[in-house]
């Protein structure tokens, strides 16, 4: 005849605490950027200011309006255009 064990609450295994991350490993991903926008931002500053004039014209139009249909979607993506351009041409030799 097989007997079976009661457990009481006192019984039970206490939980371990979880382990909390050491300082240095959170200051090392606190001080990773990523590399791509940081390329992107300085492209859209100096390569593409001209489409992003555009774009904040065409969004200052459409908003000035009541009942359009027009969008900024052309002018959007000919920004991302250059932005993306001048960005891959110095990504890969910057990743590590």
Do not use: G, W
């Amino acid at each position: 005849m097989k007997v079976l064990d009661t457990i009481h609450a006192s019984d039970e295994p206490e939980e371990e605490p979880e382990e909390e991350p050491e300082a240095e490993e959170e200051e090392e991903e606190e001080e990773l950027e990523d590399i791509h926008d940081t390329l992107r931002d300085k492209c859209r500053e100096a390569n593409c200011s001209k489409y992003q004039e555009k774009l904040d014209t065409c969004n200052d139009r459409v908003n000035s309006r009541t009942k359009t249909t027009e969008d900024c979607t052309e002018e959007l993506m000919d920004l991302f255009h250059c932005v993306d351009y001048c960005a891959a041409k110095t990504l890969f030799s910057k990743l590590k």
